[in-house]
């Protein structure tokens, strides 16, 4: 069965420093989020890609974070300088949602826990 | 404003049947969605409605009414590994946001034998 897969699943850095997580969404789906879950809430959305383009980044604070998906196939999120706040879950997820009216729901990868120390 | 409501926790017993709501107020709406979360792994898919009625599917049943912003996860003969968080999820109408999901901050089911 078809999965998205993330690397690494788990982080731990100092703040300041940069981090990179990389996700491979499921082949063919078209768009890929980007999500960041805190201990005890729901995934908020960071970046939603259609394609290599972005659809929707008004929830990433860009002065430390960066995605890209340069060739619509897999992604990688950046965070530099990481700070303490950063703590949480980033799931990655895709969808073969293409703005149509369906009922494609997304199909979420294991995660990548961060921890900044 | 985006708001999902959801109870923190629940608390239920093996084999029981369980109930969880949701409310929500969004800008657009284009669905909804329930998803499960064990701890420490990914969310997974359990269910749609996007039309105002019931959608049943083996133990789990999901209930939506766009009017009253009000949508319910029912779960029968419940089992211990039903012991998870469980996510609305509005999806947003299209426009520059298409297809994304506004996640609730999820209900926390305990089954007890």
């Known amino acids: 069965e078809a999965e998205v897969a993330q690397s690494p699943r788990y982080k731990i850095t100092e703040k300041s420093q940069a981090v990179a997580f990389w996700c491979d969404p499921i082949s063919g789906h078209a768009t890929l989020y980007w999500y960041r879950q805190i201990l005890g809430q729901g995934p908020e959305l960071l970046v939603q890609f259609q394609d290599e383009s972005v659809v929707d980044d008004s929830q990433l604070p860009k002065d430390r974070f960066s995605a890209e998906r340069l060739k619509g196939v897999d992604s990688t999120l950046k965070i530099q300088p990481a700070e303490l706040g950063d703590s949480a879950m980033y799931l990655c997820?895709?969808?073969?949602?293409?703005?149509?009216?369906?009922?494609?729901?997304?199909?979420f990868g294991p995660g990548t826990r961060l921890t900044v120390l | 404003g985006q708001n999902i409501d959801q109870p923190t926790e629940m608390t239920a017993t093996e084999g029981a049947i369980v109930q969880i709501n949701c409310t929500y107020q969004?800008?657009?709406?284009?669905?909804l969605f329930w998803y499960q979360q064990h701890a420490g792994e990914a969310p997974t898919f359990l269910s749609y409605n996007v039309l105002d009625g019931l959608e049943e599917k083996g133990r789990f049943s999901s209930f939506l009414s766009r009017s009253k912003g009000y949508s319910y996860l029912l779960l029968k003969e419940l089992q211990m590994k039903d012991s998870a968080s469980y996510l609305c999820a509005v999806r947003d109408s299209y426009g520059g946001s298409q297809g994304n999901l506004i996640f609730g901050k999820g209900t926390k089911l305990s089954v007890k034998p």
């Open positions: 997820a895709s969808s073969p949602w293409r703005g149509q009216f369906a009922d494609n729901e997304q199909f």
């Open positions: 969004t800008s657009g709406f284009n669905g």
